[in-house]
């Protein structure tokens, strides 16, 4: 414990330091008054950025789980991919489980737009107007992304906000013996529906967990970057604890899952048009809230590759 508040301390100094001293005046990182998350100011997306200032945003994002942008207004399909890249290779979106508009056929692969518009009858992006339930993006295979970035183009007057939770904090906050009892049990993540429900293509509807499709993973992970560890849930439906009876497991994810989502590990974005927020996807869970249909919100996304 006083080993990783030491880490932790060094990485808010090098962040301030590489802020202070090589980006002058100009660019600063201001910590949300949450169990994560921070905004790093004066920083136009755009624009090529130096590798000391990658550095920086790079220990940031490693302090902060997530970092928010604001006021990327202008921000091009490039500039985000490029931004993005900085940070490792990226997937290409996923193949769409219904017919896409072809505004949405003709962006680069490494743009997932997230969106209920539809044009000319055919949906412009994914996840629509509804609730998308606590999850990590894609633990259900083997190597999972890092992280991704959010980039709001069109947000609705309310509603739509995107929660994220600390698993570092959640893991520290377990009792030791359900520390100890976890450290060597694995879970299987289910790879059948998204977030938003839905069954994606070529999957069957599963409803006995001990059937699940999906990567096997511990619940305690160790962090490529941090070394530190953080429970790995992905995401609840159909998770199935392997060894377990189907009551053991159904118990002791319930148990997991209600802590790991306390609001005390817990921060929401309210967006804003113009927000970038990337995450790191390997340490945190994030759930978006539902939004009226009859109003509009459109994201682009990034996903950076596995480690
Ligand atoms: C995602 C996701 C939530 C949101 O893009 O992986 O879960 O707020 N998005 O749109
Ligand atoms: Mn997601």
């Not at 970092?67 to 997937?91: K, P, V, Y």
């Not at 005390?264 to 048009?273: E, I, K, N």
Request: glycine share 6%.
């Amino acid at each position: 414990m006083m080993d990783r508040e030491t880490d932790a301390d060094i990485h808010t100094k090098k962040v301030i330091h590489m802020s202070e001293h090589t980006l002058l005046d100009s660019i600063s990182l201001h910590p949300f008054d949450a169990a994560l998350g921070a905004e790093v100011r004066g920083i136009d997306l755009n624009q090529p950025l130096s590798d000391e200032l990658v550095e920086a945003v790079r220990a940031a994002w490693a302090e902060h789980l997530v970092l928010r942008f604001r006021g990327q207004h202008n921000l091009t399909l490039e500039g985000q991919i490029a931004f993005s890249r900085h940070f490792g290779r990226l997937d290409s979106r996923p193949q769409a489980s219904m017919a896409m508009s072809e505004q949405h056929n003709a962006l680069p692969p490494e743009i997932t737009v997230i969106s209920n518009v539809k044009v000319d009858g055919k949906p412009l992006g994914a996840l629509g107007d509804a609730e998308a339930v606590w999850h990590a993006d894609m633990t259900y295979n083997e190597h999972a992304p890092k992280g991704a970035c959010l980039f709001a183009k069109e947000v609705p007057p309310t509603g739509g906000n995107t929660h994220f939770a600390n698993m570092y904090a959640a893991y520290d906050a377990l009792d030791p013996a359900t520390r100890r009892y976890i450290s060597s049990l694995q879970c299987i993540h289910d790879a059948s529906r998204n977030s938003a429900g839905e069954l994606r293509l070529g999957f069957e509807d599963i409803t006995d967990p001990r059937r699940t499709v999906g990567a096997t993973h511990p619940l305690v992970a160790t962090h490529a970057v941090t070394g530190k560890s953080c429970l790995m849930l992905g995401r609840r439906r159909n998770a199935y604890v392997v060894g377990l009876s189907l009551e053991d497991s159904e118990a002791l994810l319930d148990h997991l899952w209600a802590h790991a989502t306390h609001a005390r590990f817990t921060w929401a974005q309210v967006w804003q048009s113009g927000d970038l927020l990337m995450w790191d996807n390997a340490c945190t869970l994030h759930r978006r809230d539902a939004f009226d249909p009859s109003t509009r919100r459109l994201m682009h996304r990034t996903q950076i590759a596995s480690h």
